[in-house]
T-cell receptor
Framework: AQSVAQPEDQVNVAEGNPLTVKCTYSVSGNPYLFWYVQYPNRGLQFLLK??????LVKGSYGFEAEFNKSQTSFHLKKPSALVSDSALYFC????????????FGKGTRLSVIA | DAGVIQSPRHEVTEMGQEVTLRCKPISGHDYLFWYRQTMMRGLELLIY????????DSGMPEDRFSAKMPNASFSTLKIQPSEPRDSAVYFC??????????????????FGPGTRLTVT
């Protein structure tokens, strides 16, 4: 069975500094990895995904994520954080093709301080 | 498109009462998912449908929970009787094949705004 771990409940970063939100995964087959963001009182919004190809994936709002197979990681990054990036971030995985449900991590709360 | 629509946005009820949550998926999407979000357990899948047929309901916590999808544009999640431990945010999500390859990457899920349920 697949699983996702987000080791940090909370990440604090100063505005303008680079940010990293960590995610590690465990799957039996090939991983299909996703990042979603949740703003207060809103549903989850898709940010980016890794299916195959380049290990560096670029997504919405200037975010990117790096797939590292040897470390089974898929960390979310942004070169320069904005206060408006403050939200709850979820990593998710599936290990079979098709429309099977995603398995989500518990989420990491990002706070960007002005 | 209006996106996934959920109603009500907030529901406060007393223990023992029946609660019905509603979801309208994005038009043309053939998969629908119900999730529950709590501080303790994070985001949990309850049940999902494909073409209105339940595929996996193993996440439904107990017999008090039931879900239906009578047609492609409407689904309900019912709790009867409700208990305080059911208090959570319930999300509905829908998805469909976006590209031609049919691989896992084509199936992005689109979430509704959620229903915040409080059972007192």
């Amino acid at each position: 069975a697949q699983s996702v771990a987000q080791p940090e409940d909370q990440v604090n970063v100063a505005e303008g500094n680079p940010l990293t939100v960590k995610c590690t995964y465990s799957v039996s087959g090939n991983p299909y990895l996703f990042w979603y963001v949740q703003y207060p009182n809103r549903g989850l919004q898709f940010l980016l995904k890794y299916i195959t190809g380049d290990n560096l994936v670029k997504g919405s709002y200037g975010f990117e994520a790096e797939f590292n197979k040897s470390q089974t990681s898929f960390h979310l990054k942004k070169p320069s954080a904005l206060v408006s990036d403050s939200a709850l971030y979820f990593c998710a995985v599936r290990d079979v093709p098709g429309n099977t449900p995603l398995v989500f991590g518990k989420g990491t709360r990002l706070s960007v301080i002005a | 498109d209006a996106g996934v629509i959920q109603s009500p946005r907030h529901e406060v009820t007393e223990m023992g009462q029946e609660v019905t949550l509603r979801c309208k998926p994005i038009s043309g999407h053939d998969y629908l998912f119900w999730y529950r979000q709590t501080m303790m357990r994070g985001l949990e899948l309850l049940i999902y449908f494909n073409n209105n047929v339940p595929i996996d309901d193993s996440g439904m916590p107990e017999d008090r929970f039931s879900a239906k999808m009578p047609n492609a544009s409407f689904s309900t999640l019912k709790i009867q009787p409700s208990e305080p431990r059911d208090s959570a945010v319930y999300f509905c999500a829908s998805s469909a094949l976006l590209g031609l390859a049919g691989g896992a990457g084509d199936y992005e899920q689109y979430f509704g705004p959620g229903t915040r349920l409080t059972v007192t």
